[in-house]
């Protein structure tokens, strides 16, 4: 199975704050990574696909980057809505397997 | 738009099948573009791929489940299923449905999970 790594595990950002999530691959998966934001009680929901592809409805200020085995999901202004646990997931080849999240923090 | 909505019994006894089902409303079970999947999530081991059905009834699960795991597709019902037999307290999880929807760029196939049900919490205890 591929293994997926995050980094940090959380953080502490303020409100208009730059935020950088990293995530890591055991082996190469291409530009086959997915970025999933979730809200305590809800339902995981896609952000990026394809490593740097925006799932239509969301908001610009999230954008991601990476291939290989490097990947990092950004948003470039935090807003009080993006606070939130943030997975990346590889689809490269099953068993798809997911990061073990990032979850960022009110500070 | 497509919703997805898990159904079943939050509670089941250690040794007993787990069964849930999946109903779609707002699009069609039966499209040629896209994959039907189990997920689940427990504090313990996170988010977990359990397996996949295509609406013509071709399947494919997580070696670590496989032995344990049956997912089935009732197209008249626009609705696909779960099984999970023998579980334990370790299969203790948030179950969700999600459609595994593809995008081609040039020859290449991408894949995403999008949307997803909310999601139904089974607890296996006795």
């Known amino acids: 199975d591929i293994q997926m790594t995050q980094s940090p595990s959380s953080l502490s950002p303020s409100v208009g704050d730059r935020v950088t999530i990293t995530c890591r691959a055991s082996?190469?998966?291409?530009?086959?990574l997915n970025w999933y934001q979730q809200k305590p009680g809800k339902a995981p929901k896609l952000l990026i696909y394809?490593?740097?592809t925006l799932q239509s409805g969301v908001p610009s200020r999230f954008s991601g980057s990476g291939s290989g085995t490097d990947f990092t999901l950004t948003i470039s202004s935090l807003q009080p809505e993006d606070f939130a646990t943030y997975y990346c997931q590889q689809s490269y080849s099953p068993p798809f397997t997911f990061g073990p999240g990032t979850k960022v923090d009110i500070k | 738009q497509l919703q997805l909505r898990e159904s079943g019994p939050g509670l089941v006894k250690p040794s007993e099948t787990l069964s849930l089902s999946c109903t779609a409303s707002?699009?069609?079970?039966?499209?040629?573009?896209?994959?039907w999947d189990w997920i689940r999530q427990s504090p313990g081991k996170g988010l977990e791929w359990i397996g996949s059905?295509?609406?013509?009834?071709?399947?494919h699960y997580n070696p670590s489940l496989e032995s344990r795991v049956t997912v089935s597709v009732d197209t008249s019902k626009n609705q696909f299923s779960l099984k999970l037999s023998s579980v334990t307290a370790a299969d203790t999880a948030v179950y969700y449905c999600?459609?595994?929807?593809?995008?081609?760029?040039?020859?290449?196939?991408?894949?995403?999970?999008?949307?997803w049900g909310q999601g139904t919490l089974v607890t296996v205890s006795s």
């Open positions: 999600a459609r595994r929807g593809i995008t081609i760029f040039g020859v290449v196939n991408f894949y995403w999970f999008d949307p």
């Open positions: 082996q190469s998966i291409s530009r086959h």
């Open positions: 707002g699009g069609s079970i039966s499209s040629d573009n896209c994959y």
């Open positions: 394809a490593a740097s």
């Open positions: 059905i295509y609406y013509r009834g071709s399947t």
